[in-house]
């Protein structure tokens, strides 16, 4: 059985609610990223448009050593099916 993956602007709007403000380039980069997939079919933002967020997750969090770290990592990590996630504590 097979679990879809959620919305990636979904994920990235709640990621944005714990982010704290100072983190701007991360804000920035997930922003960005989310605007520029207003026109994408829900089911390719179910699919397609994981991996670039990963490689924005890598870029702006080396390490989940904060709480805030922490939650977004289950936040992106829910949004995943099982078999897809990228980031493992």
């Given at each position: 059985?097979?679990?879809?993956?959620?919305?990636?602007?979904?994920?990235?709007?709640?990621?944005?609610?714990?982010i704290p403000n100072e983190?701007?380039?991360?804000?920035?980069?997930?922003?960005?990223?989310?605007?520029?997939?207003?026109?994408?079919?829900?089911?390719?933002?179910?699919?397609?448009?994981?991996?670039?967020?990963?490689?924005?997750?890598?870029?702006?969090?080396?390490?989940?050593?904060?709480?805030?770290?922490?939650?977004?990592?289950?936040?992106?990590?829910?949004?995943?099916?099982?078999?897809?996630?990228?980031?493992?504590?």
């Amino acid at each position: 059985m097979s679990v879809v993956s959620a919305d990636v602007t979904d994920v990235i709007e709640q990621m944005l609610k714990v982010i704290p403000n100072e983190e701007t380039q991360l804000i920035n980069d997930l922003t960005t990223f989310k605007d520029a997939l207003w026109n994408q079919a829900p089911e390719v933002r179910c699919t397609d448009f994981w991996k670039p967020m990963t490689s924005i997750m890598q870029r702006n969090i080396d390490s989940f050593d904060q709480p805030w770290k922490i939650e977004v990592l289950k936040i992106f990590n829910a949004g995943k099916a099982e078999s897809e996630r990228l980031f493992n504590k």
